[in-house]
């Protein structure tokens, strides 16, 4: 049975950062690439960054390049999520998912993620 368990979320000031964890476990982790996902109230879910299996390779939404860091480690069975200069508009649910098939690469739509997180929620203030 695969899990994922998310943490790290609150609530900041805008501007501020975040460091999200997602923990692993029921699968060779280390064979899968891994995302994140986020949806506001309203909203559907989308894509946010996904990080291949060794971690070599990371691919990241237009809003957020160059203010988030998806990074993992293999040996932890853990991925991350480093947001910093976060503005209100990030304000959603958070979540982790592990890819459906395994040694694929890119894995970017919700289709393409087999198990997911519970999430965990980040509120940006202004």
């Known amino acids: 049975q695969v899990q994922l368990v998310e943490s790290g979320g609150g609530l900041v000031q805008a501007g501020g950062s975040l460091r999200l964890s997602c923990a692993a476990s029921g699968r060779t982790f280390s064979d899968y690439a891994m995302g994140w996902f986020r949806q506001a109230p309203g909203k559907e879910r989308e894509f946010v960054a996904a990080?291949?299996?060794?971690?070599?390779?990371?691919y990241y939404a237009d809003s957020v390049k160059g203010r988030f860091t998806i990074s993992r480690d293999n040996a932890k069975n853990t991925v991350y999520l480093q947001m910093n200069s976060l503005e209100p508009d990030y304000t959603a649910v958070y979540y982790c998912?592990?890819?459906?098939?395994?040694?694929?690469?890119?894995?970017?739509?919700?289709?393409?993620?087999?198990?997911w997180g519970q999430g965990t929620q980040v509120t940006v203030s202004s």
């Open positions: 990080i291949s299996r060794s971690g070599g390779s990371t």
């Open positions: 998912a592990v890819a459906l098939k395994p040694f694929t690469w890119p894995v970017l739509t919700t289709r393409e993620y087999a198990y």
